[in-house]
Structure formats: structure tokens, C-alpha cells
T-cell receptor
């Protein structure tokens, strides 16, 4: 089954404690991206990756890091989480950069709370 | 990147047809129009995509006038399960087209029994 898998689904952590949210896709997609969703602000893109070892900032990259060492995985790293990073996070993948708007597949979401 | 404008929210009764219009005055020649649906606490799901005139699938229809400056997503006979946020996206889908997948705030559709 084609899918994007995020882990964990729920996470409560304390300010400053480094964490990683994993994202994996089994569709051999080139393009992957991370979004955060907050009430009233819609979906905002954090980072995206056009292929292995190619990443770029989205609209709200501050406080986040990503890596793309292999095609299937695109982890989101919060080196020093702060309460303003409390949000619902989604990972997405699609076939390629040029067809990014054809069909993107989204993970189930990770609800992060930073206290 | 073409900017899109949608209504923030809409209400409808079950069984009615719902039309959500998206304005994209600056759409480029190679841009396609894509709609996504998002249920609470789930990731968005692709619904439909089109370039011009009309596209129909098992879920919805997409109407695009000749000038392509707007588009209308039509949901026939909505049910309570169609309550969701609907996003309109405009972008270049050519191989090498330089359009990131950017979502706006979408239209929150509430279906009432």
C-alpha cells in the first residue's frame, strides 16, 4: 500500500530537549516536504527536498532542520524546541519537483506539544 | 507563484450541491489548478486537478472558465462526511516546473443535517 508514515503520532516534550520526527515513504518519490498546521494559519511549509541531499527552506524554517540522506526518509529535527513550535506537523511526498502539484500524499500527522 | 483567494468558510445542508470558487487572477500559461480536501487531524488528500474547461471524477467536478482566472470545485449532494477544509492550489506541473506545493488557509465547509 502506498503510504507516508510519520512517527511519533503524538509527542509531549520539554523546552530545549532535542527531538526528531521521522517520515518515510514507500512510493520512490523524489519530492518530500514538511508542514506545520496551526489554527487560523492553515498549512505552512517548513522545508522541502527535491531529491537526495537537496533541501531548501519553505515559509517557516526557523528552529527546524531536515536531512535527506536517502530517498525514502525525510526526518524533521528540532534541535532546541520551544513552546511556539507546538503544532500539528505533516510530512508529504510526491513524484517529483516538477509535478509537485499533481498529487501529494500526506502522512497521518504528528501532534507536538512543547512545555 | 499565482496567488489564490477562497472564501474562508461555507455552510450547506445535506443533499445540496456545493460550489467553492477560487480566484487566481495571475495564473500562468503552464499552471494547473489542483484541489485538496482535509478532514480534522488528517493530512490533505488530493481531490481533482484541471487545466481548462471541465474535469469530473467520482468525487467532484472542476469548472474552469476560458480566461482561467478562477475555478469552481463542485461537490454534488454533500453529506455530513464532506465537512472538511478545501484547498485550491495553482502551480506548474511540468517536469522541472518550479512550483513548491504551497497551501493557503482553504475553505472550511460545514455540512448541516
Amino acid at each position: 500500500e502506498a503510504q507516508v508514515t510519520q512517527n511519533p503520532r503524538y509527542l509531549i516534550t520539554v523546552t530545549g530537549k532535542k527531538l526528531t520526527v521521522t517520515c518515510s515513504q514507500n512510493m520512490n518519490h523524489e519530492y518530500m516536504s514538511w508542514y506545520r498546521q496551526d489554527p487560523g494559519l492553515g498549512l505552512r511549509q517548513i522545508y522541502y527536498s527535491m531529491n537526495v541531499e537537496v533541501t531548501d527552506k519553505g515559509d517557516v524554517p526557523e528552529g527546524y532542520k531536515v536531512s535527506r540522506k536517502e530517498k525514502r526518509n525525510f526526518p524533521l529535527i528540532l534541535e532546541s524546541p520551544s513552546p511556539n513550535q507546538t503544532s500539528l506537523y505533516f510530512c508529504a511526498s510526491s513524484l517529483s519537483w516538477g509535478v509537485a502539484n499533481t498529487e501529494a500524499f500526506f502522512g497521518q500527522g504528528t501532534r507536538l506539544t512543547v512545555v | 507563484l499565482a496567488k489564490t483567494t477562497q472564501p474562508i468558510s461555507m455552510d450547506s445542508y445535506e443533499g445540496q450541491e456545493v460550489n467553492i470558487t477560487c480566484s487566481h487572477n495571475n495564473i500562468a500559461t503552464n499552471d494547473y489548478i489542483t484541489w485538496y480536501q482535509q478532514f480534522p487531524s488528517q493530512g490533505p488528500r488530493f481531490i481533482i486537478q484541471g487545466y481548462k474547461t471541465k474535469v469530473t471524477n467520482e468525487v467532484a467536478s472542476l469548472f474552469i472558465p476560458a480566461d482561467r482566472k478562477s475555478s469552481t470545485l463542485s461537490l454534488p449532494r454533500v453529506s455530513l462526511s464532506d465537512t472538511a477544509v478545501y484547498y485550491c492550489l495553482v502551480g506548474d506541473i511540468r517536469i522541472g516546473g518550479n512550483t513548491p506545493l504551497v497551501f493557503g488557509k482553504g475553505t472550511r465547509l460545514s455540512v448541516i443535517a
